[in-house]
């Protein structure tokens, strides 16, 4: 039973039970409707206490019934909450840790709410491309006043009940209880003190005015249309709260009804719910049960204070996990922990860190140039220069010096881990952790498993990575893992459209305006443009029949490196990340065009997005296919948390979805069709060929 029904003297008491957060899943809504019937039916009950179980009074929906008819079947959420309005004894909702969603829709319902202080309280519908679907829009405004109101909706963020308590004339609580502990006697004694009122209160009944009106609607309409421009939500929540202040009760209803389901509809919805569910998704590995003893990190050490390193230790800084640095020598050392300070005192400057923490955590970092010290730490990352003899040397010492049990792990973004692994005489303990830069900003981390790496080592760096905040996406071994294995694609055929007639600014405006956060080129600013070029120096011997346009060689031969050196695709003025086109670089490409015989032709954006989106797909299956990955949702992950793919498109293998695999598969074969570009590289992986051939899709 997902809920359950008990009577303490003359109240009676309904208890959401459905872990981890009470969701508002059909039996729990049938258990709700059960007991309201009961208890009404019992003439020894006078009132009705509402509440949850363990760690919430409830999340809202259930995820597992996202997309399934389920969802709507009845008694649906909107009928469970007429039923508690047309309970003819008083209904208390005894709210605490957590009341989101339909579960704050749930406790509008009652006729009373009491909750604990430290409650979260959120409407965070608009978080997945829709609006509150259950009277939220129409209630909340009544019961906090209509900006309050409006502002959580927009926003979808948590406030706590007691920030919440302390708006004027609020009638959202009817009580703060002392305590989280007292709440349940509270609830009893609450719900005794009101079994006799007559009329019972409706939020519903409840005046809902703004005394500005439609000036104040404008106002917030132009304020969300600068925030959300590839999301309708936003406008739409702005929408149904005004007809909360201009309708009947039950015609704003059917207003928030109508939002709700259109938008439930629109690709950006579907993207936003896709991406909630692949990020929980994520962080599950088949063959690990959840249960898994895990091994006790509570130190870190880093080796290397260099462009990743500093990025690393803050990671952990920030957790308050401490953390030793080594270095080969001192004033490399020095440099790294200049760098850390700068981020630190920047974000002090800024306000969003306070002088004491930053103090705090830079006092839980300790730096040393001898392996010895490293002996008592839990986990070890080294982020050395990309060599293998480096690697080779560093992971020798580690094998030495820590202890039994210890993790080594490394940041290579293209060494084979079991290679590295294969230095020490424990494969088992040895896992790749692939940060992305800055490594204290960026979200995604990819974590490598070795041929041998320990189960338990995988559960480990999984809760780790949760605990310092980041996004972590399983990858196999191979050359770039799943996301720069996937980028040498889409940076090939950047390099083809230049060939072929585009400008650098043409391609990255089309990408920026598919909601790329920056076109290929700006990224390769960014980056550094010599990174690329040492892999395809690389590959020019690997894979000499491998096509690459040269464009970004002659590029790199002018030290045209990237932000770092000033220029690059784009010219900058130090310390500002605008790029500003340079007139020597178009003349640069239109040269090679020329030397190469290529008359220039006009490439629309479609064409450009969809050769360097689906370039990325098409590996993807490969990557799929091999295992690199274990879900086509995982590839989503990483594109969206790593490579600023926009989320409204749910990622590479969502789009594809949407575009339908078959169009993407006709796409790719007009593809091929052009000479100059990689006729070989657009057959259609197996995967996609074969999901296309059925009629299905990747996720
Ligand atoms: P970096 O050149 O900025 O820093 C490397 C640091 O390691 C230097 O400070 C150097 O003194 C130190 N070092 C070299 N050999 C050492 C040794 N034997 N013992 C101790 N320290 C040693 O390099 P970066 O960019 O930080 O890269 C480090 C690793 O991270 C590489 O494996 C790289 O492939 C990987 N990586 C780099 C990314 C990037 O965007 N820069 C992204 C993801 C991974």
Not at 493 to 517: I, N, R, S
Not at 602 to 631: C, M, P, T, W, Y
């Amino acid at each position: 039973m997902t809920a359950q029904y008990q009577v303490h003297g003359d109240i009676a008491v309904i208890t959401l039970n459905n872990p981890p957060v009470n969701g508002l899943g059909l039996s729990t809504r049938q258990g709700i409707a059960d007991g309201m019937a009961q208890a009404n039916a019992d003439a020894a009950v006078k009132a009705i206490v509402i509440t949850g179980a363990g760690k919430a009074f409830s999340g809202g929906a259930d995820i597992t019934e996202f997309g399934s008819p389920k969802a709507l079947q009845e008694p649906n959420l909107i009928s469970v909450i007429k039923v508690l309005e047309n309970s003819e004894k008083p209904v208390v909702a005894a709210i605490h840790t957590v009341a989101m969603g339909g579960g704050l829709e749930l406790a509008l319902g009652c006729h009373y709410r009491i909750a604990a202080p430290g409650t979260s309280i959120a409407l965070p519908e608009v978080k997945l491309g829709l609006v509150p679907g259950a009277g939220g829009t129409q209630r909340l405004p009544r019961v906090l006043g209509v900006e309050p109101a409006l502002n959580m909706i927009v926003s979808g963020e948590p406030i706590k009940s007691e920030m919440l308590a302390m708006l004027p004339g609020q009638k959202l609580f009817d009580k703060l209880s002392a305590s989280a502990e007292s709440l349940a006697e509270e609830a009893l004694a609450f719900a005794r003190s009101v079994a006799d009122v007559r009329p019972l209160p409706l939020v519903r009944d409840l005046k809902c005015k703004h005394p500005q009106g439609d000036a104040y609607f404008q106002f917030a309409r132009n304020m969300v249309k600068g925030m959300s421009k590839n999301f309708p939500a936003p406008a739409k929540c702005v929408d149904v709260v005004e007809a909360a202040t201009k309708k009947k009760f039950d015609e704003g209803m059917q207003v928030e009804r109508e939002a709700f389901i259109n938008l439930m509809f629109t690709a950006e919805s579907k993207s936003l719910r896709h991406l909630f569910l692949a990020e929980r998704a994520a962080s599950k590995i088949a063959d690990v049960p959840s249960d898994t003893a895990q091994r006790a990190i509570n130190s870190v050490a880093v080796i290397g204070a260099g462009t990743m390193g500093g990025g690393i230790a803050m990671n952990f800084l920030n957790a308050g996990i401490p953390v030793k640095m080594l270095e080969m020598k001192q004033e490399a050392l020095d440099r790294g922990i200049a760098t850390i300070r700068k981020n630190y005192e920047a974000q002090v400057a800024k306000k969003k860190l306070k002088q004491d923490k930053y103090e705090q955590r830079m006092s839980l970092l300790t730096t040393t140039l001898s392996y010895d010290d490293l002996a008592g730490t839990d986990m070890v990352i080294e982020a050395v220069f990309e060599e293998i003899g480096v690697k080779e040397a560093v992971f020798k010492e580690l094998d030495r010096v820590m202890r039994p049990g210890a993790i080594l792990a490394s940041n290579t973004s293209t060494l084979d881990v079991n290679k590295i692994a294969s230095f020490t005489k424990r494969p088992e303990d040895v896992v790749g952790l692939h940060f992305f830069s800055p490594a204290n900003v960026m979200k995604l981390l990819e974590v490598v498993r070795g041929e041998k790496t320990a189960k338990d080592v995988m559960a480990t760096v999984m809760s780790v990575a949760k605990k310092i905040k980041k996004t972590a996406v399983v990858s196999g071994v191979c050359d770039g893992f799943i996301g720069n294995r996937m980028i040498e694609q889409y940076g090939r055929q950047g390099g083809f459209l230049l060939d072929e007639g585009c400008t650098p600014e043409q391609v990255d405006k089309a990408m920026e305006k598919f909601g790329m956060a920056m076109g290929p080129f700006r990224m390769g600013d960014l980056a550094g443009n010599d990174i690329g070029w040492a892999i395809r120096k690389r590959r020019y011997t690997e894979k000499p029949d491998m096509k690459y346009s040269k464009t970004a060689d002659l590029l790199c031969e002018k030290g045209r490196f990237g932000q770092k050196t000033g220029a690059g695709w784009y010219d900058y003025v130090p310390g500002k990340r605008d790029a500003i086109p340079n007139t020597e670089v178009v003349a640069m490409i239109e040269e090679h065009r020329k030397a190469l015989g290529i008359t220039p032709r006009k490439i629309s954006d479609e064409e450009i997005v969809q050769r360097l989106v689906f370039s990325l797909v098409n590996e993807a299956a490969h990557i799929l296919e091999e295992g690199i990955a274990a879900k086509a949702s995982d590839i989503d992950i990483v594109y969206i948390f790593g490579y600023g793919f926009p989320a409204h498109r749910g990622g590479p293998m969502n789009y594809a979805d949407e575009v339908g695999l078959f169009n993407v598969v006709q796409a790719m074969n007009r593809f091929a069709k052009n000479p100059l570009d990689d006729a070989k590289f657009w057959q259609p992986a197996p995967l996609l060929a074969r999901l296309a051939a059925e009629g299905k899709t990747f996720n």
